[in-house]
């Protein structure tokens, strides 16, 4: 059972780490288009498999967060991935096993997955 | 929309976007009705908007001219012999109740729930969350404001571990209802 001792231990964690995440100047953000037509095309778990990458990997200068509707519905869902002093990349027709491969090779190692971007798709 | 959270999980942003600082979610099943609840304390809606806001050609986004958030939502009710209804009040807030036969064929699965709320507080983490969900065999309630306890001042709701944190426990509650 999920306790409450448990998050007791996440937040004397985070504590050590408060800060990293907004101040450091290489912080890359991940925005999951989260409106009717993104939930509708499978949003949420694609959001939850950013998540718990980011989770499982400590990635700490990555941002997980959510926008409305971002403007191509039918290639939902989508995400954008802004790394300081790059251009924005969008993924898009995203699945949860899609993520991974996204996380490993993008966020962690710089090398945009250009299969999946709006470029290849369009 | 495959699932009842998922409508709910794309209601409630309209909640957040209104600038509301808390929102309660609630669904209840007794005796063959299922009824969910969505109320903020957001900005509100006019008359003229509230009269007009199930009308796929209403809509607050500013990317297309059609919003099918409530359309949807009310289809999915009146599917089931259930209906829609919304209360709001400029400067108050709006209260958005869906009833559904939970027997009737075309009723859909009620589906993740705890994937919902967990999604809606990570999206949202400034916002207090209160979600109650009750049925003939039991109800529990979960609260952003005893998370928050917790947590305290300087670690977001919005972290990845605490979102899989409340992810697995309001899954582990869901299973005692």
């Known amino acids: 059972m999920k306790s409450l001792e448990e998050l007791k231990a996440i937040r004397e964690k985070m504590q050590k780490q408060v800060g990293l995440r907004e101040e450091s100047d290489d912080n890359i953000r991940v925005v999951v288009g989260m409106a009717t037509c993104g939930i509708a095309a499978g949003a949420r778990p694609v959001l939850e498999a950013f998540l718990q990458e980011v989770d499982k990997r400590g990635l700490k200068n990555v941002t997980v967060s959510q926008t409305g509707c971002i403007g191509v519905c039918r290639l939902e869902p989508i995400a954008e991935v802004y790394v300081p002093g790059q251009e924005k990349v969008t993924y898009v027709k995203l699945n949860a096993e899609m993520v991974p491969k996204i996380v490993a090779d993008h966020l962690v190692n710089q090398q945009v997955v250009t299969e999946y971007t709006i470029g290849a798709a369009e | 929309m495959k699932e009842l959270s998922l409508h709910i999980l794309d209601i409630a942003q309209n909640s957040i976007a209104a600038g509301c600082s808390l929102l309660e979610l609630s669904l209840t099943e007794r005796e063959g009705l ?144």
Do not use: N
């Open chain 2, 34 to 177: 299922l009824t969910l609840v969505i109320a903020d304390d957001g900005r509100g809606m006019s008359p003229d908007f509230l009269a007009a806001v199930t009308d796929p050609f209403t809509t607050t986004r500013t990317t297309r001219k059609i919003g099918l958030g409530l359309p949807l939502l009310r289809l999915a009710a009146e599917q089931t012999g259930g209906d829609l209804s919304i209360g709001s009040t400029v400067g108050v807030g709006t209260t958005v109740t869906a009833r559904f036969r939970a027997d009737h064929i075309d009723c859909p699965p009620l589906g993740d729930m705890a994937g919902t709320v967990a999604a809606l507080v990570q999206g949202a983490p400034g916002i207090e969350t209160v979600y109650t969900h009750s049925t003939g065999r039991g109800a529990f309630t979960f609260d952003t404001r005893e998370i928050r306890a917790v947590l305290g001042p300087d670690v977001s709701l919005a972290e990845p571990e605490v979102f899989q944190w409340m992810r697995e426990y309001i899954g582990e509650q869901e299973e005692t209802v």
